[in-house]
């Protein structure tokens, strides 16, 4: 039972490349969550999806894409990556909305 | 301007000292959790509060919810090195149309 896994572990960008984020869970989770983390910002939603087939905008979705096709799978898609795209990214995921969210170890990506 | 603020933002003690860290928005939230999350590692969910006036306790560290549910604090005692890490409040409130939200997080230090 490996919880939520993220690849890649580190990434490093030029500005206008694009780049996809893998986020796999194996907890048979229907909420899904894509999360950016910056200095004093805390915890920002991105993209989230309440099940297979669907998902929906966060709090910053400007940049991101993402999709889910499969109930255990969630990617985040940067089409034309920008600096200010620089950041730790977390997936996370829930049984339910509210409940308990496990987090991945992130994906730090520097954008240069 | 964020809906959960928190402080200190940064904190650093000697092992065996108290502190409290406070998590404060000017909104209601049905229920509030917190997360530690340690260094290169993704959140850790500590515990979640859902009654006005509720505490709770996980060996030691205290958890309480302000009675008025806008407010909530974590004591820790005889803090340890263990205990370092970024602490997280997160909260669920109608302004957030019910959405998980975080604050951005007390580094907690403590020196051996």
């Known amino acids: 039972n490996a919880g939520v896994t993220q690849t890649p572990k580190f990434r490093v960008l030029k500005t206008g490349q694009s780049m996809t984020l893998l986020c796999a869970q194996d907890?048979?989770?229907?909420?899904m969550y894509w999360y950016r983390q910056d200095p004093g910002m805390g915890l920002r939603l991105i993209h989230y999806?309440?099940?297979?087939?669907?998902?929906a905008k966060g709090e910053v979705p400007d940049g991101y894409n993402v999709s889910r096709l499969k109930k255990q799978n969630f990617l985040l898609g940067l089409e034309s990556a920008a600096p200010s795209q620089t950041s730790v990214y977390f997936c996370?995921?829930?049984?339910?909305?509210?409940?308990?969210?496990?987090f991945g170890p992130g994906t730090r990506l520097l954008v240069l | 301007t964020q809906l959960l603020e928190q402080s200190p933002q940064f904190l650093s003690i000697q092992e065996g000292e108290n502190l409290t860290v406070y998590c404060n928005s000017s909104?209601?939230?049905?229920?509030l959790q917190w997360y530690r999350q340690e260094p290169g590692e993704g959140p850790v969910l500590l515990v979640t509060?859902?009654?006005?006036?509720e505490v709770k306790k996980l060996k030691r560290l205290t958890f309480q919810f302000g009675d008025a549910r806008k407010d909530s604090s974590l004591h820790i005692t005889a803090a340890q090195p263990g205990d370092t890490g970024l602490y997280l409040c997160?909260?669920?409130?109608?302004?957030?149309?019910?959405?998980?939200?975080f604050g951005p997080g007390t580094s907690l230090s403590v020196i051996p």
């Open positions: 996370a995921s829930s049984r339910q909305e509210q409940e308990t969210q496990y």
């Open positions: 907890m048979n989770h229907e909420y």
């Open positions: 999806s309440v099940g297979e087939g669907t998902t």
């Open positions: 909104s209601v939230f049905s229920s």
């Open positions: 509060v859902v009654t006005g006036g």
């Open positions: 997160a909260g669920v409130a109608k302004t957030s149309y019910d959405k998980v939200i």
